[in-house]
């Protein structure tokens, strides 16, 4: 739950009627006055990192070398593990070879054709009746006939003719048409067949870049500059499904590959050390980047609205009592996260500043996890016309005081700017000197007589 708290201001003169030492009077009147009024609002907060990235192992091996402790700081590039992986060398192999047996094989298109008919010989046979038909006809000796016959023969002759060179036209057309159509037929297929090698050598060569991209990650590097946390092997033989799925649908691609980095990672095993076996997606190393530490507190939907960028706030650890630290905000999400109770809260992410004692001695780093309180200054009013909070009375959506004027109650309606934890700023509604009631307002009724 979201708290504020306030300056109480230095202007303000309480003037207490009908007090006594034995019965404090049941209603208290005061001056409003004129002074600092700050509006807090609290909100847990957790510290974090600028960065962290936890580094994992990209196959099944060992451990061949660590380079670096726990607690060490390193710089961006610098190699910290180095992983034996004779798996994964033996998959980039195979992939290799998987690559080359998908090179794209020619496809010839088949020729078919119908074979022609060779008539010369019956040609000469029937061009040699023909002849002897002539000579035979030239014997006649009646004109008329002769000639008749002649004619006839010639025109025997010539339809003979006309009858071998369409057997032949017709051959022609149906070689074309048959050609035709096979190349079709043919082109289609080979155009099926190139985009299905097209298909396969482009899977190949992507299974051949995971599995170089896999067997360059057995080098594990800092990404960033950071402190080093090592983490813990679960010492399984089991790989993920990453690369071998591209390379069990290649020709001769029958085993597996190890899978990329996961995800997720163990939680408990042996320590990372040299010699210890490793599976895919252990945990290897953390690196946290504590360049720059931040804080991400959790603020009330009632109170998020008046969070703003560049709003400053006074930070107290519970691993560091008496101290306070610095902060800034610089990011309000907008994602809610339901409370326990019921309630929604919003993420604000600030930069933490240097921490101070009371006694002004420099207060430790903390440590990215450690828990916190931030109270973010939301509204403040230097000079600002202030009555005490215990003055002010709900009506509704109103906020009502009592002031007194001859002697009588009088209803004022008012508007609240910052609000403290023991004063309000009064925006309007009321004016420096006025007397109000400052105890007892819920008690109080329009008119009534307050000495």
């Known amino acids: 739950m979201t708290l504020r708290r306030g300056i109480a201001p230095l ?36 510290i974090g990192a ?37 798996q994964a060398q033996s998959q980039l192999r195979q992939a290799r070879q998987a690559s080359k047996a998908a090179t794209p094989a020619s496809f010839g298109t088949p020729e078919v054709r119908l074979p022609s008919f060779d008539t010369r010989a019956f040609d000469r046979k029937v061009a040699a009746h023909f002849a002897r038909a002539r000579k035979e006809a030239k014997k ?29 036209s017709i051959t022609a057309q149906l070689n074309r048409s048959i050609s035709g159509l096979m190349a079709g037929v043919t082109g289609g297929l080979s155009r099926s067949m190139a985009s299905l090698q097209a298909a396969s050598k482009s899977q190949a060569k992507a299974a051949v870049k995971a599995a170089e991209s896999t067997v360059r990650s057995l080098t594990i590097k800092a990404p960033f ?27 001769g691609g029958g085993q597996q590959l190890p899978s990329l980095p996961s995800t997720g990672g163990s939680t408990s095993g042996s320590p990372v050390v040299a010699g210890v076996p490793v599976s895919a997606g252990d945990s290897i190393v953390t690196v946290t980047d504590v360049s720059e530490l931040t ?4 603020v009330d939907e009632t109170d998020v609205l008046l969070v ?71 509204r ?19 906020s009502v005081v009592w002031a007194i004027r001859n002697g009588a109650a009088e209803r004022r309606v008012v508007k609240l700017g910052a609000q403290g934890d023991a004063v309000v700023e009064v925006l309007s509604g009321l004016s420096v000197g006025d007397r109000i009631v400052v105890k007892g307002a819920d008690s109080v009724r329009q008119g009534q007589r307050i000495p």
Not at 145 to 166: E, G
Not at 225 to 242: C, E, Q
Not at 295 to 298: E, M, V
Not at 380 to 398: K, L, M
Request: hydrophobic share 40%.
């Open 11 to 46: 202007l303000v003169l309480f003037v207490l009627t009908g007090c006594s030492s034995e019965s404090p009077p049941a209603v208290q009147v005061g001056e409003v006055g004129r002074g600092p009024v700050t509006e807090v609002v609290e909100a847990p907060a957790t």
């Open 50 to 86: 600028r960065a962290s990235a936890t580094l994992r192992s990209p196959a099944q091996g060992t451990v061949a070398k660590l380079y670096v402790r726990e607690g060490d700081r390193v710089r961006k590039g610098q190699i910290l593990v180095r992983i034996s992986s004779p």
């Open 140 to 168: 006649v000796e009646d004109p008329k006939t002769r000639w008749q016959l002649l004619n006839a023969i010639d025109l025997a002759q010539a339809q003979h003719k006309a009858q071998t060179r369409a057997l032949a």
């Open 225 to 251: 500059g950071g402190v080093v946390t090592l983490g813990r092997a679960s010492g399984g033989g089991g790989a993920g499904s990453g690369v071998e799925g591209l390379l069990s649908r290649l020709p």
């Open 295 to 298: 804080l991400d507190a959790d």
């Open 308 to 378: 703003k960028k560049g709003v400053r706030a006074g930070v107290e650890l519970d691993a560091v009592p008496g101290a306070t630290y610095t902060a800034v905000v610089t990011g309000i999400g907008v994602t809610p996260m339901e409370g326990t109770t019921g309630g929604v809260s919003y993420p604000v992410r600030l930069t933490l500043g240097p921490g101070a004692f009371d006694d002004g001695s420099k207060a430790p780093t903390p440590k990215p996890g450690m828990s916190a309180v931030a109270r973010l200054t939301v």
């Open 380 to 398: 403040e009013s230097p000079s600002a016309v202030s009555a005490p909070a215990s003055a002010i009375v709900s009506s509704g959506r109103e």
